[in-house]
T-cell receptor, first 111, second 114 residues
């Protein structure tokens, strides 16, 4: 079945620094979604990418969908303590209407 | 105030006991989902439903059961057959259930086996 992998599993970042987290699918995706889960909270939708090579920005967050539509990245600039949480990517299965979630990247920010 | 509600927030289960987790939405969404999240792990799909009176097994359905008698409600029962039920359970919904859609999550229920 489809697999969605995220690296790194953990990311310790100094406040003010930039970092990137990556999402890789075993199959070509029609779209990819990103969610953020704060500690003790529930996942909240951030963004959806649909087109090959698409880049979208949300303030300090930049999301990119790979040309082959099998990978995606999230880049955060000038990390703040509010960025703490787990970032999940999710891709739809080719057949059916289910999303497969990656294992997430847990981001810890050092002040 | 639209959204998804889950109750209770915390639930304790004794060995051999069935427990039911509630999930209600007032978003008028057709599709609803149940996920399990273990500490430090991702989300795994238990069951999902795209329409009233119909539901499908997800990746880890063994030991769980669901019903969808009303559009607004999708309760999950954790049966005694589920040998390791301690986890964080998340309910979600989406408009029509296609994989293109955003899923909206409830606040979750933390289940602990005593």
């Amino acid at each position: 079945g489809q697999q969605v992998m995220q690296i790194p599993q953990y990311q310790h970042v100094q406040e003010g620094e930039d970092f990137t987290t990556y999402c890789n699918s075993s199959t070509t995706l029609s779209n990819i979604q990103w969610y953020k889960q704060r500690p003790g909270g529930h996942p909240v939708f951030l963004i959806q990418l649909v087109k090959s090579g698409e880049v979208k920005k949300q303030k300090r967050l930049t999301f990119q969908f790979g040309e082959a539509k099998k990978n995606s990245s999230l880049h955060i600039t000038a990390t703040q303590t509010t960025d703490v949480g787990t970032y999940f990517c999710a891709g739809p299965e080719a057949a059916g209407n289910k999303l497969t979630f990656g294992g997430g990247t847990r981001v810890l920010v050092k002040p | 105030d639209g959204g998804i509600t889950q109750s209770p927030k915390y639930l304790f289960r004794k060995e051999g006991q069935n427990v039911t987790l509630s999930c209600e939405q007032n978003l008028n969404h057709d599709a609803m989902y149940w996920y399990r999240q273990d500490p430090g792990q991702g989300l795994r799909l238990i069951y999902y439903s795209q329409i009233v009176n119909d539901f499908q097994k997800g990746d880890i359905a063994e030991g769980y059961s669901v019903s969808r008698e009303k559009k607004e409600s999708f309760p999950l029962t954790v049966t005694s057959a589920q040998k390791n039920p301690t986890a964080f359970y998340l309910c979600a919904s989406s408009s029509t259930g296609t994989s293109q859609e955003t899923q909206y999550f409830g606040p979750g229920t933390r289940l602990l086996v005593l």
